[in-house]
Each structure stands twice: as C-alpha cells, then as structure tokens.
C-alpha cells in the first residue's frame, strides 16, 4: 500500500520505522529537520543541547525504554528536582534550601502552603476521583484544596511536569492526573529530600541519536521542508497536497500532528472526528536556549532542574530548565538555559524557536474515548502524544499502535502493560 505520514516527530517516525518494509510509505515534514519536539541544537563553541524531549520517567516510559535497548543507546539517571517561585510578596518552594530565605520563614502563607504539600503527597495513593471527566482544578476546588495550593503549587507542577502552562494544565482529567503521579514515583519534587530522585533519565548524547538511529532505514523516504496544506478524502484514495498545490494519491494517510493540526488539513470531517480532534488546543509557545540568569529564581541556592517562575512584571508563567542539573554538563564553565513560555531574553540568547504546548479542555476525556473509534476511517489515521497523557512515550507508543494496526511489522519486543496512548489510539 502507498503511506503518506506526514508529521516527522516521534510519532510519525515510529509508524514509519514499523511500515517502511511493507509498505511505500513517504513520510512529509513541514521543518527542516526530523525529530520534532524532539529536537538537539549543535552550535558551535557549545555542546549539543536538546530544547524539547530530554526526559523520561522509567516507570512510565516501556517503548521508549525498549527501543533504546534495541538500538543499544545508553540513558543515564538525572533529577527532577523542582522550585516554584511567586511574586508579591515574593515566596519560593525549592528543592534546594528554601530555608535560608527569611522571606520564607517569617511568612504564615510559606508554612500554610507547605502543610497542603505535605498532606497532599501523604493522601495522593488513597485519593480517586470518580468522574473520569472532571478536569483537575475542579477536582481539587470540590474536594476543598486551598485555592492557593491549587493555583501556585497544583497547577505549577503540573505544567512543569507537562511543558505546560497552569491555566492549561487546569482541565486535565484529574483521575488521569492522579495515576499519572502515582506512576511516576514521585514524592514532592519541590521539596529538599527529593532532589536526586533516580526514577528519571535522559538520553546520553541527545534526543536526535535515537531519531537518527531510528530513522536511518527510511531516510531517503522522508521529505523535510515540505508543508502539507489539505488532506482530501475520496472513496478509493487519499489526496495529499503540498504548498504549492501540488498534489498526490496515497491509499492511506496518517496524521502524526497535533489534532488541531490534524484537523484543519481535513475536510467533511464526520461527528465523532470533531469530538477526537477538538480535545486539546495547541498554543505555539516560544523555547529559547540562552545564558540569561534573569530567566532563573532569583537566588542561586534556589536553583533546580526545573524552574517555575510566575513573574509580575512579564505577567506570565514560564519555566526555565537548568541544563546544568544534568550529568554531562554537571561541570561546564558556563550555564545553560532553555525557556518556555517567556519571551526571549535580549542577552545571551543563544536559538529560538517555537513548540505547541497542550491546552487540555473540558472535552479531552471525551476525545480521547472517541480516537479509537475514528482511526482508519476514510483512510485517515491518527497518532501524536495528543492520543495519550502528551509525553513522548505517548507519542512513540501511538505512533508503534497504528504502525501494527496498517500490517507493518510487529515491534521487536513484548510489554504487559502497553502506554495510555496505545490504549487510547486503537481499540483492541
Ligand atoms: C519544551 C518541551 C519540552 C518537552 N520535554 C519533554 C520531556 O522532557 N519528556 C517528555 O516525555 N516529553 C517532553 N515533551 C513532550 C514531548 O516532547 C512531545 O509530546 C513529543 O515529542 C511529541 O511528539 P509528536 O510526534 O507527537 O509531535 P511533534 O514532535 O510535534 O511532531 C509533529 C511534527 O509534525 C510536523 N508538522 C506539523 N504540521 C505539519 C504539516 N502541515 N505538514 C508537514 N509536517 C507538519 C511538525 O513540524 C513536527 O515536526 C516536551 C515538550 C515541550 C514543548
């Protein structure tokens, strides 16, 4: 059969990897390089920094771990240690030593907020939520969570968990969101004990080995700087338009997009493609790798590997990730930032660029119920981390589903307990 994947992010590329020997499969990227969000930036006079995927959780990552030891890729352990800083008046949870700030100590709100904390990691294995829609804000609002535990520490951790943004994170189904961090082991993140938690790696030498390992096979089928622009449905074949209005005929096209992506290339799309598609917006957030330290909580004994800013005078949220913290930069002369969500620095900025950052709504459970249902109809498939929990194991294991679910071959390894996505993505 003639496969037009367009998407060349993990996703795409994991479908690719399982089609390539049995079917012709062509894979289109809008950018010019392959890999997606996951993305390593060489420059020179510096090392290889990656601005999108850089870790993963053990526990919850069984494709990811399976296909590095396929391609014999080493990972090493990192930390997932956390600081949330608050303006006015100021206040930081760090998992470095907070102690020292006597703003901190003298503050009834600082103690008041870490009592939550500690009662909230303490009842986390017993807590369930029964309505498999209700977003997390709600969840916690009802079961009465203080509104300033919710809003500056709830949401912040979780969108720094997610590459998010709270307000994003706020419609996340909360039972989802509960044995998500049950399954990832971790006990409070911000807290000074939990700074080397060895639940979590990162990929030795970068995300784009595995990309280019993985993609090596199919190489010559993959067409960078390609924008696709419509995706028309006929009854014997799928028509595959490119900027520029060229056009051609495939037997089945898979979206490896995120859906609202997906979305506008389709036309005539059928009721339950609106419900699957229309669960979580995208927002291109900016990602800058730089040296400015203004980006970073404002004593250095603060600093964490991820850093949650909410800043008055910038009005917004980012997060700022200490490349640092990692084990191969552990002794570089000079830090390493990347940013998400702030705009770039002036100084010291080293590349910028742009990644869709998830929005989840009140209807991503419904979606997600709904994806199975959608896939291979009118020829159109579906995969991307929007079909799952939006990690890249998500992506990697949609990607895999619906390259078995179009007769490629099989992966070379066998898992009890598959990923969310995999779950979501094809009906068993
Ligand atoms: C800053 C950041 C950091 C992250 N860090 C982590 C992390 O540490 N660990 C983790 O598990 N997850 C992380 N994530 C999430 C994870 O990286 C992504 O969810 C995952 O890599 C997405 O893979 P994907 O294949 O679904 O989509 P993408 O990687 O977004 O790939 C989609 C591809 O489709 C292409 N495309 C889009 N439209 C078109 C079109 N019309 N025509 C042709 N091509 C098109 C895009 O250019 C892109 O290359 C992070 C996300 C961000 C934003």
Known sequence: MKIAIIGAGIAGLGAAWLLHKTHDVSVFEAAGHLGGMAH????????????????????????LLALLEHFDLPSIPC???????????????????????????????????????????RALPSLRCSDPAKGVERFFKQARWSEDFIKHYLLPLAAMIWRGTPAGMSHFPAARFLDILRSLHLSDPTAPSSSADPEWFVLSGGGSLYINALSAPFRDRIQLNTLITDVIRHRDCVEIVRKGGHSEQ????????????????????????????????????????????????????LWTAFNFLEAERLH?????????????????????????????????????????SPQFTGNTFAAWESLPNIQGKQRTWFCGAWCGDGFHEDALSSG???GEALGGELRPWSLEETSPAARYCVSK
């Open 40 to 63: 390593t930036i060489e420059l020179p006079g510096h090392p290889a920094i990656d601005t999108g995927f850089t870790v993963f959780n053990r526990h919850t990552s069984p494709n």
């Open 79 to 121: 930390d997932f240690s956390c600081s949330i800083s608050l303006p006015d008046p100021p206040l930081y949870l760090s998992a470095e030593k907070e102690f020292p700030l006597l703003s901190n100590s003298f503050s009834p709100r600082y103690w008041k907020l870490r009592l939550a904390i500690r009662s909230f990691w």
């Open 250 to 301: 495939y037997d089945h096209v898979i979206l490896a997009v995120p859906c609202d992506l997906a979305r506008s290339l389709l036309s005539r799309l059928s009721k339950e493609e609106e419900i699957a598609l229309s669960g979580i917006h995208f927002e291109q957030k900016d990602i800058c790798l730089h040296q400015n330290t203004d980006l970073m909580p404002p004593s250095r004994k």
């Open 316 to 356: 917004n949220a980012y997060i700022t990730r200490w490349i640092n913290r990692l084990p191969s930069f552990a002794d570089r002369g000079q830090n390493y930032f990347v940013t998400l969500g702030a705009p770039p620095p002036k100084q010291d900025l080293l590349y910028k660029t742009s990644y869709p």
């Open 400 to 402: 895999l589903a619906i």
